[in-house]
């Protein structure tokens, strides 16, 4: 039967001193004469321990005590000696520097010498005067003395603050990660400020990140990162939490006196981390949006808060770049409703419900058939057909584009394939899909399957899709262009600069917007644009098409301007693939 004592000695000098002790103890009542042999063991045990002992007797004075011990408060072996009281051993720790000079004698007193002989075995934690930390257990026994083991902790405390600190916070920038900053978000809800009434909340995101990383690497990417989150840190105050949610992403969680002030900041934000960085690499310019919700009351939660300033951020990022989106209620509405349509057009996907229209192209020279526009549309259950208008914004944000347009790519082809071999099929094709890496091996792939030849084939293209100057855009369309795939670009005149893109792409046709159209009649600048770019069209030789030709009228128009090609209701909305064969005549013997 172990006692109690045994437990606990065991505890305090470990099982292995114990061991060798306990056997020494044992002997020496057996065997009289080897009792000075197994003191000699019992001593090198001791002074071989990792921790500082030292035990008392029920008289506070001082029975044991190893070299360890005096290592650890720096003290050369021997100053102290059997019989000093423990009082007596503080003091002469306090006299000799050990202790930060703030700590005194009383308080040792208080949490060592009273405490020491009734202490339980939680340690108590020493600071000493050169910023080591200490971990003292007291053990009491049974004779009313006691045992203290005092072990350097300061290496396990350093590490257990460096993985706290590493859980805590973002690697790169050092600033809150997103767990840290939505639990301190939630302590500064609850600091009720009467002066700073309203929280803002702001979520922040780079404009150009992407396109810094793919041009000059990753490391200055992280550079940047870096320098955003060094002035987001430097123009917030200090209760202020600032954190980095991933990626280019950034949260502020403040107190502000009103919403104006709270608006001024997020203006602030945009021109502060808008203005040039100086890297290692050279000058780098990005520009931030910020989308911002602010409340008057203390709400529960910062998650509702954090995804209302997302929904901000989303709408702002919409409407162009470096601007501030402010949060109203109608955005978790639409929201709601975009996830709703999300969810269904997935589903749309998997049960084929979408089908491809075609609206013919007509040269307006021999009002001929020349082509035939593919324009998809959804079939919902109950036999309605849902207008692109309604889903591709949705497709495009969720990357489904990329499948749709896939598949009707295909279905275009195949339709294609089996009309006159002058008939070319134009198909619209995202900026998502343009900066896929796998965007040309598609099509080429879909044309060998199909069997259409490459020179059938007409890409529509926006401005938009070039404006992000991404590389993969590029070398997709030249790789297409090579391969004698004919690119338009659509919706001309809609754009900033239509006519840089121009020089830059091999754009073979020009489609210009609709709005042209519609306004020439009554609108005398409209009617100039069309001419005007139907006279570059003649002198650079890339075909001009008008849209939304609606009216005799119209066209008569169109015509007068130089315009080559046509398309719009006056000649045929856009119809099923077997409608549109009927349109095409009797196939022509070949
Ligand atoms: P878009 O490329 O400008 O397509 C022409 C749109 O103008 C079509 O609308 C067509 O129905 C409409 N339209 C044609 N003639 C007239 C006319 O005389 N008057 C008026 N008012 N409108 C006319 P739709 O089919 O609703 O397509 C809307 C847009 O959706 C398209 O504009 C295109 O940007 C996009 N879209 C359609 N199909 C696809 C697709 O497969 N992939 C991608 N990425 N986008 C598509
Ligand atoms: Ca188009
Ligand atoms: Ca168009």
Known sequence: MRSRVQDEAETVIGPRSYQIFAQAIEEATSV????????????????????????????????????QYHRLFDLPPGTLSFGMTQEEICTLLIARGCYPPSVTLA??????????????????FRELADGRILSVRYRAMEDGGWVSTFEDITEQRRSEARIAHLARHDGLTQLANSRTL?????????????????????????????????????????ELLRSV????????????????????????????????EAELYAHHLVKWLGAPYDLSTGRVQVGVSVGLTTCRENPADIEPLLQEADLALRHAKRSGRGTVGLFEPEMSEAARLRRRLEAEFRDALTMEQF???????????????VGAEALVRWRDPEGGLIPPAAFIPVAEETGLIVPLGSWVLRQACRDAAGWP???????????????????????????????????????????????DESETTSRNIQTLHEAGIRFAMDDFGTGYSPLAYLRQFPIDKIKIDRCFMKDAETDADALAIIRAVAGLGI????????????????????????????????????????????????????
């Open 32 to 67: 009289d004469g080897h009792v000075v042999e197994h003191l000699k063991r019992f001593e090198a045990a001791l002074q071989n321990m990792n921790q500082g002992l030292c035990m008392f007797d029920a008289q506070s004075r001082l029975v044991v005590c190893n070299d």
């Open 355 to 369: 089908e491809v229209h075609y609206q013919p192209l007509i040269d307006l020279d021999g009002s001929r058939i």
């Open 107 to 124: 308080q040792i007193r208080e949490s060592t010498c009273i405490a020491a002989p009734h202490a339980n075995s939680l340690p108590v």
């Open 421 to 467: 071999p002058e008939v070319v099929v134009a198909v619209n094709v995202s900026s998502v899909q343009l900066r896929q890496g796998t965007f040309a091996g598609t099509v080429l792939e879909t044309l060998a399957e199909t069997g259409l030849p490459a020179g059938r084939l007409e890409i529509e293209i926006t401005e938009s899709a070039l404006l």
């Open 539 to 590: 002198s650079l030789g890339i075909t001009t098409l008008i849209e939304g030709v609606e009216t005799a009228e119209q066209l008569e128009l169109a015509r007068a301007q130089g315009v080559r090609q046509g398309q719009g209701f006056l000649f045929s909305r856009p119809q099923p693939g077997a409608v549109i064969s009927g349109l095409f005549g009797p196939p022509q013997p070949s």
């Open 182 to 222: 939505r639990d301190e978000s939630r302590r500064l809800l609850t600091d009720a400020n009467p002066a700073l009434p309203v929280l803002g909340v702001y979520y922040l995101d780079l404009d150009r990140f992407k396109f810094v990383n793919d041009t000059y690497g990753h490391a200055v990417g992280d």
């Open 229 to 260: 989150a060094q002035r987001l840190r430097a123009s917030s105050g200090r209760t202020d939490i600032v954190g980095r949610l991933g990626g280019d992403e950034f949260a502020v969680v403040r107190r502000m006196p009103d919403p104006e």
